[in-house]
């Protein structure tokens, strides 16, 4: 099978190129002007080719919360968004703590035949903090990382044998970095608009605590640890001195904490309601700034769709959680290319390229040789953001009505259109 790209703006490591991409058996075979037979020729100019996505922090909820999402309805989330790899935490019922749930995953996933699902693995037994899960018959099953995603491994030592058991297998530890104790039930960043609205707020402090403590641990060991969902200013000045110190250190951040403020939360909208919370503008512009010098590594989305049940209560009952996967690139190209803060090619490696090599994943990038995993979209296209029409089973989020730029058209994973917005 071969398909012909004709007359694109490829979006490559370092730059954007006009030029044809050939795609044979599923694999980027030549980049260039090209003119041969194809079974397939898409004329895109005027259209730009990107990587496809690659979202290593996802909720799919399947085993066990269906309700909210399941596998097919989050990869077909995924490949609108022009996602063709996604990584997904391990929260679900039971746990995927062990090689049985993982496979699970990995083979409905298979069945789906959409986007590329890479499970992560538990690092404790359901994800409880007191005794390590099976890492090596997970990494034997397909688990691509390790994360107790939703709540921090609370207890130093069990920390320290996770990240050293899942070095001996070639995994990373993903840490969801919270002090629950001081945490203490907060719903909210702690400062002037908690305060107004009556809402239990979080200090930074319970981000940064555990952050620190997890950078310590890399240091000491001499071993990998990735920082998932860094919203502090704080927490990127930790991260970047530790950089500097050459600790083993990467990290990741998501829209919400780029792009709001807990402005967001006086009118009690449960939508905004997200772990950990969005915060001020200092933290805000840290984020952006982390993003830029390569504090922060990647840009994820922490897609956690919801039932309305599960939202439509008070705003302290609501669960926590944006439905981000079919937004997020979007909404980055909104916020941080057309605002001037990136180029194309640096967002994409935020979003392809960086995650990618952050988990040993193939891919990230077109280039000759690798997976046809691509999305064609237009950049000059506008709409405004609709969460009624999501694809995933989760509709909330705080970005409903935005306008944004960058309409996803086509995706391809392997080779195969897997979302062709003009089927819809």
Do not use: W
């Amino acid at each position: 099978m071969k398909i012909l790209i004709k007359n694109a703006d490829a979006v490559l490591l370092d730059e954007v190129k006009r030029c044809d991409i050939l795609i044979e058996d599923g694999v980027i075979s030549r980049i260039g002007s090209i003119s041969c037979p194809a079974d397939r020729v898409i004329e895109a100019s005027g259209k730009t080719v990107i990587p496809g996505i690659i979202d290593m922090h996802v909720h799919l909820r399947e085993p066990g919360y269906e309700g909210k999402e399941d596998i097919s309805s989050g990869c077909r989330a995924a490949v609108a968004g022009g996602v063709t790899q996604l990584c997904c935490m391990p929260n679900t019922d039971p746990v995927c703590d062990n090689a049985v749930v993982v496979n699970y995953i990995v083979n409905r996933a298979k069945e789906e035949g959409l986007c590329k699902v890479r499970p992560i693995g538990a690092i404790t037994r359901g994800q409880k903090g007191e005794s390590l899960a099976d890492i090596g018959k997970m990494a034997d099953a397909g688990a691509v990382a390790l994360s107790d995603d939703g709540r921090s491994v609370m207890n130093s030592n069990i920390m320290r044998l996770a990240m050293e058991y899942a070095s001996d297998f070639g995994l990373k530890c993903l840490c969801h970095c919270e002090d629950s104790a001081l945490a203490d039930g907060g719903v909210v960043n702690e400062g002037y608009n908690s305060t107004v609205c009556g809402l239990k707020g979080q200090l930074r402090a319970v981000e940064d605590i555990m952050i620190s403590r997890d950078i310590c641990l890399a240091q000491s060991l001499d071993l990998p640890v990735h920082i998932c969902h860094v919203s502090t200013y704080s927490g990127v000045q930790i991260i970047r001195a530790a950089k500097a110190n050459g600790v083993k250190v990467t990290a990741e951040t998501c829209p919400q904490y780029f792009i709001l403020t807990d402005d967001i939360i006086t009118d009690f909208d449960t939508a905004t309601k997200v772990n950990p919370p969005v915060r001020e503008e200092r933290d805000r512009l840290a984020v952006i700034e982390g993003l830029k010098d390569g504090t922060l590594d990647c840009i994820v989305t922490d897609h956690a769709p919801h039932a309305q049940k599960d939202k439509q209560v008070e705003y302290n009952l609501a669960a926590f959680g944006i439905s981000g996967i079919e937004t997020s690139f979007a909404l980055s190209y909104t916020y941080l290319v057309k605002s001037g803060v990136f180029t194309l090619p640096q967002l994409m490696r935020r979003m392809s390229y960086n995650p990618a090599r952050t988990l040993g994943l193939e891919g990230g990038q077109i280039a000759e040789g690798l997976p046809a995993d691509l999305a064609i979209v237009d950049l000059g296209a506008e709409y405004v953001i609709d969460s009624s029409k999501f694809l995933s089973k989760g509709k909330n989020t705080p970005f409903n009505g935005y306008k944004v730029s960058g309409r996803v058209l086509k995706t391809f994973v392997d080779g195969e259109i897997k979302f062709d917005a003009e089927e819809l």
